[in-house]
Each structure stands twice: as C-alpha cells, then as structure tokens.
T-cell receptor
Framework: DVKVTQSSRYLVKRTGEKVFLECVQDMDHENMFWYRQDPGLGLRLIYF???????EKGDIPEGYSVSREKKERFSLILESASTNQTSMYLC????????????FGSGTQLSVL | DAKTTQPPSMDCAEGRAANLPCNHSTISGNEYVYWYRQIHSQGPQYIIH???NNETNEMASLIITEDRKSSTLILPHATLRDTAVYYCIVRSHKYSGAGSYQLTFGKGTKLSVIP
C-alpha cells in the first residue's frame, strides 16, 4: 500500500515563527498536494506539485510556500506563522496525469499561539 | 468540475446496508463520480469511482443512475468502523493543464453507525 508520512502529528508554534511541514511518499508518485482542513470549511487546497521543482497554487496559497526538491518529498512552509493558520494540514499524493486516487497522510494538527 | 449535494448526516444500524446518496445534476459526459471517506483524526481514504456503469470493490458498491445525475454509495454491512464523513466528488479525467489536478472536497455526509 502507498504510504504518505507527515513528519509531525501535532505541532505548536508561536506567531511569527517559520514553520516547516514535511511530507514523504514511498510510491514514486508524480503528484503531491497540501490541503488544510477547518471545521465547517472542508478540505481546501493550498498548493500542489506535479513534478520535481514544479508547483502550482491551489485555492488558498496566501501565507504559504512549498518546496519539492525530490520526487518523494513535498514541504509546506509558513514563512511567518499567524494564528489564522491554526489548522489540520493534510498531505496527499497520486500518480500520473489522470490523478485517479489520492492517498493521504494522517495529518498535522498545527496550533499557532 | 460539477458540484455535488449530499445530506449532512445519516444514521445506519450496525450490520445493515448504508446507502449514501449524492446529487450531481450538472455532471458532464466525461466526469467521473468519486467517493472518499474520512474517519475521525485520519486523512481521507479513497473508496471507489465510476463513470456510468455500476462499480463494486472490496469496500463498497457505487450505483450511478442512467441519466448520471445522481449516485448512491452502498456499504453492504456497515460496521462501527464505517462511522466517518463520506465525500462525493465529481471530476474529469481529461487533462486540461495544471488545474486538472485539483480535487475539490465539499462538506460530505457524516455517517454514524449505531450498535
């Protein structure tokens, strides 16, 4: 089975800190995604990448950046964390242009104080 | 991608079939119907997808109406572990640039399986 691993399950940071969320997948998938999930708002796409060093903005990219230096790893960066970025962050990966099935990690619950 | 409408919540008795409906009246001919679910504190999990024929796998069955404007996900013998939020998503497999990769999740149906 595909495994998508997110580096932290829970994370607590201070306002203004630079935050790195790491995601690694082990199935050689071309596509990787970062979503955030908030109560009542569902899952919202932040950024995605369909190839190494390629990135595309999703629906809510403001305040975030990403890095994909290796195929298996996709990092989400909060340059200066703010309290409104407190959320559950979910990483996902999928194969090919058809992008049939997304495989998700277990999520990182980030609290910004 | 076409929008979907799902009931916000449903209950199902343990051991009975759970039938989760989804309306997608604006679906176009090349759009597939996908189902994912999210168990509490976990990431979403792919269940099944189909275009126009009914589909079945080890997790569930997907019934799509002939006009494709609605579908039903069937869990044949619901267990307590099936308690989750179920998302119905409609999307095309046609590649039309970077935006093709986006998968939009709505609010889904919260299914509660009751002992």
């Amino acid at each position: 089975d595909v495994k998508v691993t997110q580096s932290s399950r829970y994370l607590v940071k201070r306002t203004g800190e630079k935050v790195f969320l790491e995601c690694v997948q082990d199935m050689d998938h071309e596509n990787m995604f970062w979503y955030r999930q908030d109560p009542g708002l569902g899952l919202r796409l932040i950024y995605f990448s369909y190839d190494v060093k390629m990135k595309e903005k999703g629906d809510i990219p403001e305040g975030y950046s990403v890095s994909r230096e290796k195929k298996e790893r996709f990092s989400l960066i909060l340059e200066s964390a703010s309290t409104n970025q407190t959320s559950m962050y979910l990483c996902a990966s999928s194969a090919g242009r058809v992008n049939e099935k997304l495989f998700f990690g277990s999520g990182t619950q980030l609290s910004v104080l | 991608d076409a929008k979907t409408t799902q009931p916000p919540s449903m209950d199902c008795a343990e051991g009975r079939a759970a039938n989760l409906p989804c309306n997608h009246s604006t679906i176009s001919g090349n759009e597939y119907v996908y189902w994912y679910r999210q168990i509490h504190s976990q990431g979403p999990q792919y269940i099944i997808h189909g275009l126009k024929n009914n589909e079945t796998n080890e997790m569930a069955s997907l019934i799509i109406t002939e006009d494709r404007k609605s579908s039903t996900l069937i869990l044949p013998h619901a267990t307590l572990r099936d308690t989750a939020v179920y998302y119905c998503i409609v999307r095309s497999h046609k590649y039309s640039g970077a935006g093709s990769y986006q998968l939009t999740f709505g609010k889904g149906t919260k299914l509660s399986v009751i002992p």
